[in-house]
């Protein structure tokens, strides 16, 4: 039994997108690893991060069983974070991916990388792509600073790695 | 001596140089069991600044958001009997003064009143809050 914490600098959850326009479907790594490293936002100031992964199922009742029968279908995957909004990530970017707000406004396919307890060796991940959705920054005077929450609406499964 | 204070004080000594109350420079200091703004009635004291700094968002990266927090006090004493005919317009102006200080995300005065004996104290709580990293 091991848990997964993430109050230590070198285990800090990571959450990197990359929405360069470049089509990585083919090997979402090389998003981040090969040829788009050069265009990988790492969002900071993440407060949380819930990471859907739900199955759907369809369920039924038959007359000659006590239970009901269940079978899958699609599962509906999507990243969840709520953030401070940091300058350089919502308005900037990095390299040629936009800042969030840009990703946002034109829809940009983005892929997205969320390390789950720091990137160092060995430290697990998962991949994949999607739309970034969502999206609502808020300020009020009384915590004057932009905060917003921001999901990934993620196309496909997930995909597991390790660093 | 703090920026805030130095502020206050000369917005204050502007605001009420018409008026038949006075600014002291001095540190509300006691001398025996009296403060001095009870000794020297109608002049306006202000204490040192106090602050404090809290956590306003927690981020999982530690990019957390904090905010200062400073307050001051200020008082000023008059005759209970025979108080000053702009005692009103002194107090006005006295938390108007908040006003004065700049980039504040909260600048509040808050006022209370105590009776003792033959003499009215006017204390005056400043808040002031700004952003930090």
Not at chain 1, 54 to 62: A, C, I, S
Not at chain 1, 87 to 98: E, L, P, Q, V
Not at chain 2, 75 to 92: G, H, L, M, R, S
């Amino acid at each position: 039994m091991a848990y997964i914490p993430v109050n230590s600098t070198a285990e800090f959850v990571r959450l990197e997108i990359n929405a360069d326009g470049v089509d990585y479907s083919g090997n979402v790594a090389a998003a981040f690893d090969g040829a788009g490293s050069g265009n990988v936002l790492v969002v900071p100031a993440l407060q949380d991060v819930t990471v859907n992964a739900t199955p759907g199922t369809f369920r039924w009742k038959q007359l000659d069983s006590l239970s009901e029968k269940v079978v899958t279908i699609p599962s509906t995957n999507s990243v969840s974070v709520t953030m401070v909004l940091d300058d350089t990530a919502f308005f900037t970017g990095a390299g040629n991916t936009s800042g969030i707000f840009s990703i946002t406004n034109n829809k940009t396919e983005t892929y997205f990388r969320l390390y789950w307890q720091g990137n160092t060796s060995g430290d697990k991940y998962i991949e994949g792509n999607g739309y970034l959705e969502a999206l609502a920054p808020t300020v009020n005077p009384d915590a004057p600073v932009w905060t917003s929450p921001l999901t990934i609406a993620v196309t496909g499964d997930y995909t597991e790695g390790t660093v | 001596m703090s920026a805030i204070r130095d502020a206050l004080l000369a917005n204050v000594t502007t605001n009420i140089s018409s008026t038949s109350c006075g600014v002291s420079s001095e540190l509300p200091w006691a001398q025996g069991d009296t403060p001095l703004y009870e000794k020297n009635m109608k002049k306006f004291y202000l204490s040192e600044e106090s602050s404090a700094t809290t956590q306003l968002f927690a981020t999982i990266d530690r990019n957390d958001v904090f905010q200062k927090e400073r307050s001051l006090t200020g008082f000023i004493t008059v005759d209970a009997k025979n108080q000053p005919n702009d005692i009103d317009t002194v107090v006005a102006a006295v938390i108007n003064s908040r006003l004065a200080i700049a980039d504040q995300s909260v600048n509040e005065c808050a006022v209370a009143v105590d009776t003792e004996e033959d003499r009215i104290t006017y204390t005056f709580e400043y808040r002031f809050v700004t952003i930090t990293n």
